[in-house]
Structures are given as structure tokens and as C-alpha cells.
């Protein structure tokens, strides 16, 4: 029976100890053959060298990385300069994101929407990274509707993005008609299902 393709999403860790572990376990994964890894990235890029770190790692240890880059509180020179060190370690997808900014802070900085991320990217680079940008089929929780998140993540696509990743959900139901909605709207880019599984039966 033939394997369904997969990609495994990391947090930078914050200690030698658990960049260790990452490590080790991150080899178990590979077994899996993902397609990508990805390394999420923290509030206001608080988690940035960590990021670039991790996703570096994995690239020489074989496996296509995918580094999440979020942009509130960010200007255009900054997401300039950190596009071109991500172009530089070879980094072909981003997980482009809003992002939430640390508790305190306000909107700021120059872009306010993903999709302004995304059409950024694809101004200064133009195809040199495949795009990820996320998805909810249970709805933002922010989304004024269910009608308006969709038109957001229409936007996202229409400014450039190749594929999207979805926030996990509990109703295969609000999946399908979030893609079947999404198509009905001319958006017809890969939606995968993001899925957090169960390690341990504390989680239940």
C-alpha cells in the first residue's frame, strides 16, 4: 500500500538538551520519508535564530525544511534581509503567516495581512520559494465570518501562494466544504489537513 506524503512541524528548541533530543528524534521521523519538515517561528520573530537554526540542521541532514515566517512588527527591509539569509542557507518553502505579535504589543509594523506577506515575497523573489500559507476550516478565531476568513485565505492565494497547511480541526466535515468553498471561488491549490496526533493517553 502506498505511503500518503507527510510533513512533520517542529518548534526551535530552547536548550542544548532539547536540540539533542529534536535530533534524535527528527532521525526516527525520517523513516517516514516526509516530504518536508517545518520550524515554526515565534511571536514577533522571537524564535528566529532558533528557526533558521533548526531548519539549517535539517537541510544538511538531507530533508527539504520549510522555515515559517511570520511578519506583524515586521518592516519590509527586515522580511527583505531575512528572505535573502533563508535564499542563502538554500531554503526552497516558506510557511508565510501572519503571526501574532507578544502580548503588549500592538499592530505595527508595515504588513498587517498574510497576504500582503505573500505578494511581498513573490515581488522580491519571484518563484525562488514555494509558499505554504495556512488555513482554517473551522474558522479564525479572530474571522468576523466564516465568509470573511475565506475570502482572507482567498487573498493569501491570490497574491501568490503555491499550497496551504490547515489549523487542525475536529470535523472532517468543516474540511471538505472549506475546499469544496474555496474552489467554488477559483482557489484550487493543495489544501493538506494539519493533524496533531495522539502520543500519549494523558492527551485524551
Not at 512533520?8 to 532539547?18: I, L
Not at 511571536?43 to 535564530?49: I, L
Request: proline share 6%.
Amino acid at each position: 500500500m502506498k505511503k500518503l506524503p507527510v510533513s512533520f512541524e517542529f518548534f526551535p528548541p530552547k536548550t542544548p538538551e532539547g536540540a539533542e533530543k529534536l535530533r534524535a528524534v527528527r532521525q526516527q521521523l525520517y523513516t517516514q520519508a516526509p516530504e518536508f519538515c517545518s520550524v515554526t517561528y515565534g511571536a514577533g520573530g522571537s524564535t528566529q535564530e532558533g528557526t533558521f537554526g533548526t531548519v539549517s540542521e535539517i537541510l544538511k541532514e538531507g530533508i527539504s525544511a520549510a522555515s515559517h515566517f511570520s511578519c506583524i512588527g515586521a518592516s519590509k527591509e527586515s522580511v527583505r534581509k531575512e528572505l535573502g539569509i533563508l535564499n542563502s542557507m538554500g531554503v526552497k518553502r516558506l510557511v508565510a503567516l501572519r503571526g501574532d505579535l507578544p502580548s503588549g504589543y500592538g499592530m505595527g509594523g508595515e504588513f498587517h495581512y498574510a497576504s500582503d506577506l505573500v505578494a511581498f515575497i513573490r515581488k522580491e523573489t519571484g518563484d525562488d520559494f514555494h509558499i505554504e500559507v495556512a488555513a482554517y476550516p473551522e474558522v479564525h478565531p479572530q474571522a468576523k465570518s466564516p465568509e470573511s476568513d475565506l475570502q482572507a485565505y482567498v487573498s493569501k492565494v491570490k497574491a501568490g501562494a503555491n499550497s496551504a497547511i490547515t489549523q487542525y480541526f475536529y470535523n472532517t466535515d468543516a474540511y471538505f466544504r472549506f475546499v469544496d468553498d474555496a474552489y467554488k471561488l477559483g482557489v484550487d491549490v493543495p489544501v493538506v489537513p494539519g493533524i496533531m496526533p495522539i502520543t500519549s493517553s494523558l492527551n485524551c
